[in-house]
């Protein structure tokens, strides 16, 4: 058994498709059915059930992924730990967030400090988030929504208070406090479902009383506060500084109370290099002192 077949095989796994899995490794099909093919000649199983040119994972080939894809990430684990020894202040820090405002300055900070490091970056629904770090796929998880999964860790980084934002002339846009539940009737700018915020933001009506009334979805965070100067309706948005254009109108709700702490999740029982750790370590600091100098920590995002 050779290690390149359980790369390919891992992808054809995950794909359940010959041609893209072919195009995403960069080989030709031919060759990547072959190196299946002996692969499992040489397990003695097949690992697919084979319909024409549709192909499924069996029982047997689910069983194979899960040794596969551990035996693949310790080989990495050991890769990266070979790398620490060396003492290289290098290495690549993969990181899957439904937001990356809160995240940009503190790793232009650092990348400053240590510019060996790299980022591989990419965003992904909490389900899928939760599934790469279990995998050992990725090192963090930056997200709003704690990760309730056994072996997962996470440290808190911002707490966030969530204000309401009117546009301008509404009716309560010379207020500085507000009950959510004032705004029961009025048209919301929100998220698309399955966007981590929007079901956070649908607990805080479903406290105050009501079910929003969205009358306009986005899956661009910088989407809703132009919406809202737009005059479309309002929103729950964190307490963002100036983008550029028109500030917000923001609301404090005081009533029901509206807050939520972002933090960094990981595997606890995967490898974690050095340049990860380092990372870790300084996102702490970082918040901390933004927490001491009660400045906001992110920019031109709702």
């Known amino acids: 058994m050779e290690l390149l077949q359980l790369h390919y095989f891992r992808t054809v796994a995950k794909l359940e498709h010959m041609t893209k899995a072919a195009q995403e490794l960069r080989i030709a099909q031919p060759a990547l059915s072959k190196t ?115 072996g997962i860790r996470d440290t808190p980084l911002l707490d966030e208070e969530v204000f309401l934002a009117v546009p301008p002339g509404h009716r309560f846009a010379q207020r500085s406090t507000i009950c959510l539940s004032d705004v029961a009737g009025d048209p919301f700018i929100g998220y698309k479902e399955g966007y981590p915020f929007r079901s956070m933001n649908d607990e805080f009506c479903r406290k105050a009383g009501f079910k929003p009334n969205i009358v306009c979805e986005v899956d661009e965070p910088a989407g809703i506060g132009r919406l809202v100067r737009a005059g479309l309706g309002v929103a729950l948005v964190g307490a963002c500084r100036s983008d550029g254009e028109t500030p917000l109108r923001l609301l404090r709700i005081v009533d029901p109370a509206c807050r939520r702490t972002f933090r960094l999740a990981w595997h606890e029982s995967r490898y974690m290099s050095a340049a990860a750790r380092r990372f870790r370590d300084y996102l702490a600091r970082y918040f901390e002192e933004m927490k001491r100098a009660d400045v906001p920590a992110f920019s031109g995002e709702v």
């Open 36 to 150: 299946i093919a002996r692969l499992e000649d040489d397990l003695g199983v097949p690992l697919f059930d084979r319909q024409g040119r549709h192909i499924r994972l069996n029982a047997f080939g689910k069983a194979f992924l899960k040794k596969a894809e551990a035996a693949l990430s310790l080989l990495e684990e050991g890769r990266q730990e070979l790398a620490d020894l060396a003492g290289l202040d290098n290495g690549t820090i993969s990181l899957v967030t439904s937001t990356l405002n809160r995240l940009s300055e503190p790793i232009g900070a650092f990348h400053a400090l240590h510019p060996g490091v790299h980022f591989r970056i990419s965003h992904a629904s909490m389900e899928r988030m939760e599934q790469l770090i279990e995998q050992g796929d990725i090192d963090f998880g930056f997200t709003a929504i704690p990760i309730e999964r056994t």
